[in-house]
């Protein structure tokens, strides 16, 4: 983490740290709180609509969890949804991304950084690896057990997911020339996820033992996938109406320091 920060301080200026602020600055579409919110519905939207299909499918069900239960981890993964968004949304998608497609376009530039996001979720803890005190070594060897033990076919499905989720984010950036929907699609999916997680059950096996198969495997679902992409359309689709403006017009519009080549 130490090394991860320093690395983000020196390379601020490649990385486009001063560019950042301009992302965070709602243009159009209703301001910042009001695409949060767009983009945290249609996320609930589009997943709600996928698991309602997965529940008829046989593909789940519900867990039987208390409604106590259920409501505090509800809270948590609101707040701790909208933090991460933020967080994340600015790494990936508003030094990334952006970052990216000024030399390599916006195409290209969505897949490197939404391979990356994704991959970045292999690096999960390992409650099986004691702490070996504070060094650069043992943070070495905690890293590359993390890496060496999610390494498996299984973990392919949900990155996948991770990947699309990453896609249609950085659309929406591109779109609204703005972080602000992808934010609230992304707090939306995490929100949605986590509750899942403690509401529902699979009613199939889970592929795999490491912990990105087995804590992440919502998001490797197929009906998840769709329940990603409905998200995507329904936050354009609104965006769309919330500028008011000629489709044709609009698709020409988004993020002034994208390049376009390539798309």
Not at 18 to 26: N, Y
Request: proline letters at 3%; hydrophobic letters at 55%.
């Amino acid at each position: 983490m130490l090394i991860a920060a320093l690395l983000l301080l020196l390379l601020r200026d490649p990385l486009g740290w001063r560019g950042l602020p301009g992302l965070l600055v709602a243009r159009s579409g209703g301001g910042a709180v009001c695409q949060i919110v767009a983009g945290f519905l249609a996320a609930l939207l589009g997943v709600g609509i996928a698991v309602g299909a997965a529940l008829v499918m046989g593909w789940l069900a519900l867990a039987g969890s208390s409604y106590e239960f259920v409501a505090g981890r509800t809270a948590t993964a609101l707040v701790g949804g909208l933090v991460v968004a933020f967080l994340e949304e600015s790494f990936f998608r508003g030094l990334m991304f952006v970052s990216l497609a000024a030399s390599l376009g916006t195409l290209r530039a969505a897949i490197a950084s939404s391979g990356a996001y994704a991959l970045v979720h292999l690096l999960v803890s390992d409650p099986a690896l004691g702490r070996q005190g504070y060094s650069v070594g043992a943070g070495l060897a905690y890293l590359g057990n993390a890496v060496a033990r999610q390494i498996e076919p299984a973990s392919l499905l949900p990155l996948c997911g991770l990947f699309l989720c990453g896609l249609v984010l950085a659309l929406s950036v591109r779109r609204s020339g703005a972080l602000f929907l992808a934010i609230g699609l992304h707090a939306g999916w995490v929100f949605s996820f986590q509750v899942l997680r403690h509401a529902t059950r699979p009613l199939g096996a889970i592929p795999g033992h490491s912990y990105l198969a087995t804590h992440h495997y919502l998001v490797g679902t197929t009906w998840a996938w769709v329940g990603i992409f409905l998200g995507g359309i329904f936050v354009l689709s609104w965006w769309f109406w919330a500028e008011r403006r000629p489709v044709a017009e609009l698709l020409g519009a988004g993020v002034p320091r994208i390049a376009r080549k390539g798309v």
